[in-house]
Nanobody, 118 residues
């Protein structure tokens, strides 16, 4: 059973930083794309960033480009989202996602709450 466990959420003032991490059980991590999505009350879930299995290709949502670098550590089965220059509109629940194109599998973490106060 593949499990995704997020950590690093919390409350911060506008302009501050947080670092979200997601740990994944199982060898499927190394051959899977990883990503972060977020959802705010009353809004649809939106893409934050995704990273290919080898780490060479990273795609960002328009709202976070230039502020939220995404990286992965395949030796430790971890993915990290560094969130800088946070804004109140970044508030929401952030979900870690694993997508295996080889096995046609998709998994989600339970989410971690990020609150940015003005």
């Amino acid at each position: 059973q593949v499990q995704l466990v997020e950590s690093g959420g919390g409350e911060v003032q506008a302009g501050g930083s947080l670092r979200l991490s997601c740990g994944v059980s199982g060898s499927i991590f190394k051959t899977s794309a990883m990503g972060w999505w977020r959802q705010s009350p009353g809004k649809e879930r939106e893409l934050v960033a995704t990273i290919a299995s080898g780490g060479q290709v990273v795609r960002y949502g328009d709202a976070v480009k230039g502020r939220f670098p995404l990286s992965r550590d395949n030796a430790k089965n971890m993915v990290h989202l560094q969130m800088d220059s946070l804004r109140p509109e970044d508030t929401g629940t952030y979900y870690c996602n694993l997508e295996s194109f080889l096995q046609s599998l998709n998994y989600w973490g339970k989410g971690t709450l990020v609150t940015v106060s003005s």
